[in-house]
């Protein structure tokens, strides 16, 4: 039993030292992976870009129904950005398709003459130009789970509802690779302080996005990017028709632009483009990419493509907002997404620092135990088995103390037969005081009443002090008075000789 509980000390000390060391090295490059269960609702509102939160209608949007009216209206509107991202096929070990829905909503609106009202998404049928959903698309994308990187697997965009029975393939553009190389929904992991790529929908192309600093949100210590978009020409990017997106282009008479000057007619008709452009800033979790905050300032407007001599002046200098807004992300969703870096925190922290360190002393305490017993082991065998075997008593001691009191009548020292060779020790075997001897055999009486009429062994015998713990052998050794002159028994030519008369040397005291 002491053997195998050695052992697996010894086992379990060393299987906790190596899952130790495997933890971080195989374990967190298993963590260090976007999760197939990822699930991201974002909520952006427009505020104004003083800060000022009681303004209610800090954007600016291009009335839709005006297209039918003798001029182009705008409004001053409030509006709300939602997304939500989550993880669909193909997805496995390798990769993550990413689906992010996107809208943004129209809360509500106030004319050039003050008037204000909210406004209403149509739940069927075709939409009315004063419907409260202003855009929408559906953005799917693969990346490699490890870097966060879009793989080219799948990189489409939906802008529009695809009918009963058709293929949403057959209603999304198809975004090429060499297109869509950077973030966008989630950094990579073990962020630098260094600028990395950000892929923009609007324009569907990459920006830098530039390092800033750092920032502690919630909690959570950020890096701080910017990205500038470039203005695009919104009609360059094509439906899944190939055509320009609806509202890319206008052609509408200069009066209805409200442009006039020298060279332009009121009835000359003028194409306007839309374009766009933005500036994003992102704050990221450095160690797990997790995007914890951001607003980015979106700035969509008409003007024309033309920019040449040939076109008058009026026309080329002309620019009408679309939409001009700063969206910022709820309080709500940073929290959301400050306790998502945090819990991926905890289970870095868990599986790559702390339990290695628990389980490498847990595995130090263990082998140290089992050192320790294994050495006591050894000691206690080796020291312990010489002084219960070994004879008392060093070199120059004239023996062992083994209980016996040499007689006065003995000559000379006698050599007993235990303290020989252990190979040919002979033992003289322990004898009760009761027990009679078989050294010397009884002798017959004589006729004489004077004589002794039987002999008994005498109590300083040796055997009868002998020590009674010492182990005894299973045979008798023979007298010392057999080959032996001890003094005491003196050889005689008649051994029936009667033995003295004993009483008559004892001392008066022992006669009382």
């Known amino acids: 039993m002491k053997r195998a509980l050695l052992a697996l000390m010894a086992f379990l000390g060393v299987a906790c030292i190596a ?70 096929d193909p997805s496995d070990s390798k990769q993550a398709t990413l689906q992010s829905a996107q809208t943004v909503r129209i809360d509500r609106v106030r004319d050039a003459d003050g008037e204000e009202r909210d406004l209403s998404m149509a739940t069927d049928g075709d939409r009315p130009c004063d419907d409260a959903l202003l855009t929408a698309s559906v953005d799917r994308v693969s990346v490699n789970r490890k870097s966060s990187a879009p793989n080219g697997a799948v990189s489409s965009l939906q802008l529009e509802a695809a009918p ?9 553009v198809q975004i090429p690779h060499e297109q869509r190389r950077g973030f966008q929904y989630k950094f990579g992991f073990d962020v630098q302080k260094t600028d990395y790529l950000y892929f923009d929908t609007n324009t569907r192309q990459d920006a830098t996005a530039k390092y800033e600093g750092e920032q502690k949100i919630d909690g959570v210590n950020t890096y701080h990017f910017v990205a500038d978009v470039p203005e695009t020409d919104l009609s360059d990017l094509p439906d899944a028709q190939g055509d320009a997106a609806l509202g890319t282009i206008l052609n509408m008479p200069a009066r209805w632009w409200g442009i006039r000057g020298k060279g332009v007619k009121s009835t000359d008709m003028v194409e306007m483009h839309r374009y766009a452009t933005a500036k994003r800033h992102v704050y990221v979790e450095p160690v797990t990419g997790t995007i914890i905050y951001g607003y980015e300032d979106q700035h969509q407007y008409f003007k024309s493509p033309d920019q040449s001599e040939e076109t008058p002046e009026p026309v080329r200098d002309f620019q009408m907002d679309a939409l001009k807004g700063t969206f910022k992300w709820s309080d709500e969703t940073v929290a959301q997404q400050a306790d998502r870096a945090k819990h991926y925190l905890t289970l870095l922290n868990v599986g790559g620092k702390w339990v290695p360190i628990a389980l490498g002393v847990i595995g130090a305490l263990l082998l140290i135990g089992w050192a320790l017993l294994v050495f006591l082991g050894r000691n206690k065998s080796d020291g312990g088995g010489d002084a219960a075997d070994g ?29 020989a060779e252990p190979a040919t020790t002979t033992v003289l075997p322990a004898v009760s005081p009761t027990e009679t001897t078989t050294a010397i055999p009884a002798q017959e009486p004589p006729a004489d009443d004077t004589a002794t009429t039987s002999w008994e062994q005498p109590e300083w015998s040796r055997d009868a002090w002998h020590e009674p713990e010492r182990a005894q052998p299973t045979h008798i050794a023979p007298s010392p008075a057999d080959d032996v002159d001890t003094g005491s028994f003196r050889a005689v030519a008649d051994p029936t000789r009667p033995m003295p008369d004993y009483e008559r040397y004892r001392r008066p005291e022992d006669q009382s």
């Open 19 to 88: 899952a130790a060391i495997a933890l971080p090295t195989y374990l967190v490059p298993k963590l260090k992976v976007v999760p197939l269960d990822l699930d991201i609702t974002s909520v952006a509102s427009t505020v104004s870009t003083d800060g000022d939160a009681g303004d209610r209608f800090p954007a600016v949007i291009f009335d839709r129904c005006s297209v039918t009216e003798r001029h182009a209206k705008q409004y001053d509107a409030n509006l709300t950005q939602q997304r939500r991202s989550v993880i669909v």
């Open 391 to 419: 004879p008392q008593g060093g070199p120059d001691d004239d023996g062992p103390d083994d209980g016996f009191t040499p007689s006065p009548h003995d000559g000379a020292p006698t050599a007993y037969a235990y303290d």
């Open 164 to 172: 009963d029975g058709v293929d949403v393939n057959d209603v999304s």
